[in-house]
Every structure is written in structure tokens, then in C-alpha cells.
């Protein structure tokens, strides 16, 4: 199963909305065929690996990240491609929350006298698909807070001057992330302070993704750099139509007007525009409103081996804060690992996986 889910992973910039899946077919204690899911509409991961297994595949065991489904989606059910393989055995991390599916993968190779398994390494698995699960489960888009600090934990010197903390290698790092996400969003403050394009510059998923930028008052200029690039812009806004509105407008973006711009409303918004997940690049008040309203999953950034100190110098998450510790919200399963000459992180909003394991049957 870990070696299905490092398999999954390969799949990471192409497959959104799609789940990444990972398959390894096992006869006699060795490996006789693997495969993934590579992109969106293509083969599934159980299909590429009983493909690669061939004749092998007769009286094996298969793992596989995700429950199969039982399904004709854009292509046919992989319940029937490992019962017409001769599986003997499947071991699924988890069900697979699509109403199409449910359960109804596994049972209905229960069903055929197909030995099934389901749990081994679900937590892995649900971390891994969190981009996924979370949509389907929760109704709104995966949430993942970044950002890039000095060690002493300030994003910034007093006198504002921030780029760059983190080195190349974090950077670049750090550009990936947009890759993963649907959308990136920022606030208006980060939006005028340093003028990004929010695009995805590494091309590893292959199109544009969706900017976002919170602006009460629709304060953006209609020359900002984000307008320059591909994919589409869409802007929160409290402002009511009018000359602001047509230029923003008339530079390509959909302007939405909600009754309050607010952490909830705006992911309301998204799920129902098809954006699976999004990634929170700033500024600290962006940042805190999601924290505060604990509309996150995944908390990730670079810690830069540099000490800028200052009273004033900004940390990464604005607000009012917590008033007590004891109501902080934790993040567990925190990994690390070096960019570089900086660490990067990445945790799980405490809580998180445990629920969303419990809704697809792992506990
Ligand atoms: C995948 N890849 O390896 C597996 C999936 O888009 P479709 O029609 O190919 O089907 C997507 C659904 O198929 C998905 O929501 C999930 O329920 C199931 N399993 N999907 O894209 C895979 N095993
Ligand atoms: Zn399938």
C-alpha cells in the first residue's frame, strides 16, 4: 500500500477534480504489476496496473489507494476489469465517497467472491486525497494556508521589505503548490503591496488555474500584473457596480458581489463555480480570517534561517489572534524537510483526518 500511494502521488499535478490512485498487483508475495492514474479522464489506476500485470494478474492480490469503482464514468467500472483479471484479493486504503460509488465498488466484489480489505494506511491515503475528499465530503474546497517566514517567524521587516526571505529552492517550492491547487487567493493588501501574477510558472499542470483576490472595495487596478496572465481572475467584493466594476470587468474578470466577503462565503462560492481546492498565499489578515474561522485543512510554508526581528515586523497570521492558547487551533502530522537552506513544512488542521477518515469508513 505505500508503495500504491507514492505511486498516487505521481499524479499530483494532473488529475484534479479527479483522486490520485495508485495500484500494485501482487502474486506470490511480488510485484507483478503497478500503475496510477496520470490524468484526468485517463485510465484508472486499477487498470493500468492489472494492464501491466497481464496474465499475472490470475489468483492475485491487488492494492489500491482508493475503493474501486463500480461505475461508467469517462471510462468503465474497474469492478469489472479485475473480476474479468481473475483477482482474488483486493485491499482498498479506503471507500470512495463518490455518490456513484459509496461502498457499492467493494460489495459488489464482495458480491463475485472477491476477498476484500479495506483500512491499511487510510490516514496516509486521506492525507494524500485531501484535494478530493474534502469537496465531496465537507462541500467546499480544500483550504491550504502558506506562507514564508525568517526563522523568528516574521514575514517581513518592520519597514515592509520582503522579498526574499526564503531562497530559490523554496521558492520554487512554493510555486509548485499552485500547480496542486484549483485557485490561489490572496487579499486586496497583498494584491496592491506587491502586485503578484499568482500564475502557475512551473507548468507542471499542464494549464492556467483560477486567481482569486478579496477586495471589499474593489481596489485593484485594472493594470495589476494578475490580468496579464491565462486563466481566470475572480474578484470578492462588498462594492456595488459601477465604474470600478466595468474596468475590472472589462479586463476579463468575474466580479462577485457578496453580502459580506468572508471566508465561508467566498468557498461557498467556489465549490459552486467547480474549484476543488485553493491555496491561501496572504496577506496575515487573509490568513487569519481562514484560521480563525477554521476553514483549513493543510498549513504549509518555508522557514528561512534568517533572524529579522523588529517590534513591528509582521508575522504570518494578522487579526485579533487567539485570546486564550488552550483555543489555538493545532496542526498535527506536521512533516518537514530541507529547500535548500531552508525548511519547509507542511501539517493538518488538528481533528481533520480522523473525521474525514470516519466518513469513508477508516477509523
Ligand atoms: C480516477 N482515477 O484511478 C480511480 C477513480 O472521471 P472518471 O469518469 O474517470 O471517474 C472518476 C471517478 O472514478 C472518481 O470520482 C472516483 O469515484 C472513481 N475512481 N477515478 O479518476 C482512478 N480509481
Ligand atoms: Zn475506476
Known amino acids: 500500500m505505500r508503495r500504491a500511494l507514492a ?5 499530483r499535478y494532473r488529475t484534479s477534480p479527479n483522486p490520485m490512485v495508485g495500484a500494485v498487483v501482487l502474486r506470490d508475495g511480488r510485484r507483478v504489476g503497478e500503475g496510477y492514474h496520470r490524468r484526468v479522464g485517463g485510465p484508472h489506476a486499477e487498470v493500468e496496473a492489472l494492464a501491466a500485470a497481464g496474465a499475472a494478474a490470475r489468483a492475485a492480490t491487488l492494492f489500491v489507494t482508493l475503493e474501486p469503482c463500480d461505475h ?6 474497474c469492478t469489472e476489469a479485475i473480476l474479468a483479471a481473475g483477482v482474488v484479493r483486493v485491499v482498498a486504503a479506503h471507500r470512495d465517497p463518490d455518490p456513484r460509488v459509496r461502498g457499492a465498488g467493494l460489495a459488489r466484489l464482495r458480491a463475485a467472491g472477491v476477498e476484500v ?7 496516509e491515503a486521506v492525507r494524500l486525497n485531501l484535494r478530493y475528499l474534502v469537496p465531496k465530503l465537507l462541500g467546499r474546497p480544500l483550504v491550504t494556508l502558506k506562507w514564508a517566514a525568517s526563522l523568528d517567524g516574521k514575514i517581513a521587516t518592520a519597514g515592509g521589505e520582503s522579498q526574499w526571505i526564503s531562497g530559490p529552492a523554496a521558492r520554487r517550492w512554493a510555486l509548485a503548490l499552485r500547480d496542486e491547487h484549483d485557485a490561489v487567493l490572496v487579499g486586496i493588501g497583498t494584491a ?9 510558472r512551473l507548468g507542471l499542470a499542464g494549464g492556467p488555474g483560477t486567481r482569486v483576490v478579496l477586495d471589499r472595495r474593489l481596489r485593484l487596478p485594472p493594470t495589476a500584473r494578475l490580468f496579464d496572465g491565462p486563466g481566470p481572475v475572480l474578484l470578492y467584493t462588498e462594492a456595488a457596480e459601477g465604474p470600478a466594476w466595468e474596468a475590472l470587468a472589462g479586463r476579463g474578470a468575474a466580479v462577485v458581489r457578496l453580502e459580506r466577503v468572508e471566508p465561508a462565503a467566498v468557498l461557498g462560492d467556489l465549490a459552486r463555480r467547480g474549484v476543488g481546492s485553493v491555496l491561501v498565499e496572504g496577506g496575515g489578515e487573509i490568513l487569519a480570517a481562514f484560521a480563525a474561522a477554521g476553514l483549513f485543512e493543510r498549513v504549509t510554508g518555508a522557514l528561512a534561517p534568517l533572524l529579522i526581528g523588529g517590534r513591528a515586523a509582521l508575522g504570518p497570521l494578522g487579526g485579533n489572534g487567539i485570546g486564550r492558547l488552550a483555543e489555538a487551533p493545532r496542526v498535527e502530522s506536521l512533516r518537514w524537510r530541507r529547500r535548500g537552506a531552508d525548511l519547509v513544512f507542511e501539517g493538518v488542521r488538528e481533528g481533520c483526518l480522523p473525521a474525514l477518515c470516519a466518513s469513508v469508513g477508516a477509523s
Open 7 to 11: 505511486l498516487a502521488a505521481r499524479g
Open 72 to 77: 461508467h464514468g469517462r471510462t468503465p467500472p
Open 117 to 123: 480489505e479495506e483500512g491499511p494506511l487510510a490516514a
Open 192 to 200: 496592491l503591496a506587491d502586485d503578484p501574477r499568482l500564475d502557475r
